[in-house]
């Protein structure tokens, strides 16, 4: 079964910096037909979208509460996208999520709406303290 599986996360003061992966596991899914989003998830908060980016790399898309600190990228050839994480913060704290949406080549209306989205996997942790 495709899923999409997220790591890289760990424990860090505030002010430090990671990078997310997000790589494809499974069959059935060509990775770079299609977008990818980045969504996070704190105890007792709902699920927000964070960052999107299209098939091509050639647009991204940003939550306002981390635009100049997080970036997203992605390569290809290798199947993977990444998060850059920097300048990070204890509300950045939760659970980081990647999924890609429905349809393939295609960015949806609201590319931080995590209905959209079909493929998911087991997310990573990220804890950031003061």
């Known amino acids: 079964e495709v899923q999409l599986q997220a790591s890289g996360g760990g424990l860090v003061q505030a002010g430090g910096s990671l990078r997310l992966s997000c790589a494809l596991a499974?069959?059935?899914?060509?990775?770079?037909?299609?977008?990818i989003g980045w969504f996070r998830q704190a105890p007792g908060k709902e699920r927000e979208g964070v960052s999107c980016?299209?098939?091509?790399?050639?647009?991204?898309y940003y939550a306002d509460s981390v635009k100049g600190r997080l970036t997203i990228s992605r390569d290809n050839a290798k199947n993977t996208v990444y998060l850059q994480m920097n300048d990070l913060k204890p509300e950045d704290t939760a659970v980081y999520y990647c999924?890609?949406?429905?349809?393939?080549?295609?960015?949806?209306?609201?590319?931080?709406?995590?209905?959209?989205?079909?493929?998911w996997g087991q997310g990573t942790q990220v804890t950031v303290s003061s």
């Open positions: 999924a890609a949406p429905s349809e393939r080549r295609w960015v949806p209306p609201q590319p931080l709406d995590s209905s959209a989205y079909h493929f």
């Open positions: 980016i299209s098939s091509s790399g050639g647009s991204t």
């Open positions: 499974g069959s059935g899914f060509t990775f770079d037909d299609y977008a």
